[in-house]
Every structure is written in C-alpha cells, then in structure tokens.
C-alpha cells in the first residue's frame, strides 16, 4: 500500500496544475532544459508538419503518430503547412544524435539534423507523457494492469524549451545468451527498454563455454552439438540455484531469427554487435569441433557449470583452426551489417598452447620473423603473444569487410601482450577488469575505451543489487559498491585524466549483464532496473548536471513505466 500511495503521488504530481516547477520526468536529463507554465493539448485531430521532409524523418513522425493514437485516440496527419501542430525543421549545426525542442501551448518545435535526432525528440516527447504513452497501451489497457492509473482526458505535453545532445557516442548494453538462452520476443523486449533511455548499441555475447548461440551454415555441429550442454544450473528468484537434472537445449539462433533482431533494433537506432568469444570461452565449439583444439583425442564438452575460465582455448597456430574463425566471422559478417564485431579476447589461458606442438613452432616462427615480441624462454608470459597475433589475423580479415573490431581489455591488460601489435588493429576496448587501467592503456595507444566497470560503482548490473535480507541470489554480495547510488556516482572519466588526447579516447559507457546467475527475463529486468537508468544518464547526461536525489524522485516516477510494461525492478532506493 505504500508503494502504491508513492506512485499515486507521483502521478498527480504530473496532473497537477500547471506552475513555472512543474515535475517534468525525463530520464536520461538533457544538456539543457527549462520548464515553463502549462501544456501543449493535443486535438482529437492535428498535423506534424514532415511532409516535405525526406522519407527516413517522415517516418519518424509516423512512428510517433502511431504511437499517439494507439495510446491517446488522436489522430496525426503529415502536412506540407508550416503552421503544423508538431513541425520539424532540419538543422544541420545540431550534432548528429542532437535535437532542440520547443513545447507551448500552440505547438511543438523540434530541430534535429539526422533521423536518429528526430527519434531521440519524440522519445523525449513520450517520456514527458503520461506514463501509458512510452508503455505504448491506451489508457484502458493501462488500467487493466494498474488499476488506479489516470490522465487527463486530452493528452498533453508540458511546456519545455530542450536542447540536448548525447554526452557518449556509444552507449550500450550487453548481455551474455551464451550462459542463458533468452527468445527473440525476450530480446525485443530488452531493446525496448534499451530505446526509453536512448541507449544505441546493444552488445548480444553469442557464444561461450556454455553454449553456442549462433547458426552458422559451413558449421552445423555448432549448434546441433554445441548449443546443447548436459546440464545446466539454473536460478530461481525465490528458491535460488537448482540444477535442471536435464540437458538444455538445443538454444540458438538462426540466421533469419538474428536478422529479425538487428531489423527491430534498426527502428529504435540501436546498433546490434555481435560477440563470438575466441580464443578462448570456446569450448562448445571444441566439443563440436575437437579437430581445432589443442588436444583433438581428449574429452571436449560443453561446459555445464556456470562461471569460471578453462584452459580448453583454440588452437592458434593451426591453420585449419584459424581458418575456422575467419568462416565462422564471415557468416557473422553477412547476417549482422553494423560497423562492430566483437571477438572477445578475454580470459584466455595459454597453457595449452604451452604444451601443443603446433603452437610452439608457431611462436618460434613469429619471433624469428619478427612478427612478435620475444619474451624469452624464462617468461610465463612467453605464448600470450600468439594471442596477439591471432587478433591481428581476425582483425585482417574483419577490416577486409570493411568493419571495425571491438576487444576485452585483456587485450592489452594481460601480461605478455604484444601492444604494439594490438595497436595496429585500431581496436576499440571495452574495460571491465582492471576497467581505468585497461581504459589508460588503450588511450595511450590511441585506441577507444568503453567503460564497463566491474569493480567500484559496478556497471555489472547483474551483480546483486543490495544486501539487505531475502534478496535473490545473484552473483556478489550486494555491498554498497554494487548499489545504485556507487553506480550513480561513478564517474566513467575520472578526474585525473586531464590529457586531451587522452580524454577524446574514452568515448562511452556499457551495462553488462552476464547470466551465470540469471535464467529468466523477470530476473534480468530485477536486477537491470533502475542500475540501467543510472548508466544511461552517465551515458547521455552531462556530468555536472547530475544529482542522485533527483534522480531518485525520477526513477521513482518511472516505476509506473516499469510496471505497465511488466518489468521488476529494485525497490530498495526508492524516494520516500
């Protein structure tokens, strides 16, 4: 009952009359914005004055006309007047994810100068709506999972003058089906929030110890055999870990299925990168495909327990086992069209290579052509080179395609890496662990960091959210550092990096979200929600303008959103 009393006030706050403070709830909070008195009502019938606008910013007008009517009744007519209801103009100054907008009484201003800009101003538009608007159900449909929901009875926009642009160019989200398998009605579902809060990339990790995700043609075993683990552990909210007793799956995706997702995520200006891990986190392709291992007549299987590192990794310095990677990215290459792949390049012992024939002679070649650092015999490190030199074969073969490659921060973080060489690809790289040293290094070597925290002010947002009693198992302890006001504060740039050529290097933020501990969509959304806003707004937001109680009154406010859109969240910071 008190939950429900919060939301209530925060409601009427929004129906209140209108006064120069009106509560205006946007979350990511633009560059710039003032609120004035009253609203823009919108008619029964009214125009968007785009019909002279090319055909890719129409359709960002008929999306949200489409969305007004299904949720409002009023119906959106495009017009050539410029005297229009709602008017676009293009404004080619404005940066390219950027948009200005003007609500009065009369009408609604915006200025973009790119589609993704328009799309980015009608989501704003959406959000400062009544909460039914973004979770895109008429209000008698609102009222049938919210019982006590209500607006007025001619939807309205409140009065705003924005100007605003993206902080980050890349914002993101991951998450890992390789551990957990989520349908394509689960995915659409994630990308679905992801657009609310103008997140623009979605990182999808497709393969792992535990499971291969992703149908590749030349390769079938990959996923008749390796989307197949004999058990598996799963995660219950209430009852906590619990094995299956059975084998889980056959789960992958197909080609058709992957297309389906980027198609969707297009129309929300979300960017699919696909992740196929190598070379390690590769052993359901081992148990497929032994022959591209380091040992073919020993055991190979998909693995079964959830986390950890293994030491069964490709078998580098075969040829054949090379050439599988360059088969498997081409199929990759040819479903997922973005700019991004992602190899991984994480966690990868070497110990196998230590003992494998192959990969001795494979080394020694490379050093004696100059190819790699030597780190002499004594070194520990001495075959992490060949990873090195592995990534710069997939990166030859991905930039032949005109594409860019994305690495884990062990790229350059590992002992023994050749940087020199990593260098070479022009790689972007995603920091987890050691995130600000990996971030430091990659700078160093002009190479663009992602920020993806592990530690402190964890962007891991499937790590437990709180410690308090009864909450679901989840990987960590829910400590302070876990919680969402450390991952509020965090501060993806620190201080300390003062280098302008440094600085122009760390060009965005990532919330990941790994499934050793997680087997279900309702969980994903429970631990996700409301972490995911704070990463949004360190994403979009600048970083002087944010204040965490003000951002708690609006996440508050936006539990209404979570539940007509049927999502858990956390419920543990909520304003009082």
Known sequence: MKKICLILACVFSMLAPACANQFVNLTPLPKQMTVGEGQFRFSKSYTVGAALLPDSLQ???VRFMDVIQETTGCKGKLSKSKKADIRMTVDKSIAYEGYRLSVTKKNVNISASSARGFFYAFQTLKKIMPANVMAELSVVDAQKVLPWFKTTKRPEIPCVEIDDEPRFWYRGFMLDCGRHFFTVDEIKHILDGLAIYKFNYFHWHLTEDQGWRFEVKKYPRLTTVGSVAPDCRMTDMKKGHYWLGKPYGPYFYTQEQCREIVDYARNLHIEVIPEIDMPGHIMAALAAYPEFSCNPEGEHKVQTFQGGVWSDVLNVGDPKAVQFARDVL???????????????????PTSAWEG????????????????????????KHRFRPLQSYFITQMYDHIKARGRKMILWNESVTAAGADLDLIKSTGATIFCWNPCQQGAAIAASLGLDAVISEWGPGCYYINRKQHDGEGEPVAAGNGGKNDQLPAVYAYKPVPDKVTNPEWKKHYVGVQATFWTEHVSDIKYCDYLAFPRLLAVAEAAWSPEEKKNFEDFRTRFTADTVLFDLTGRLYGKHFIAK
């Open 356 to 379: 494998n024939a192959m990969c001795q002679e494979h080394l020694a070649n490379l050093v004696k052509e100059g190819k790699v650092k030597d780190l002499g015999q004594d070194s």
């Open 330 to 348: 081409t199929e990759v290459m040819d479903v997922f069209p973005g700019q991004y792949v992602h190899i991984g390049g994480d966690e990868c």
């Open 59 to 61: 359709a960002e007008a």
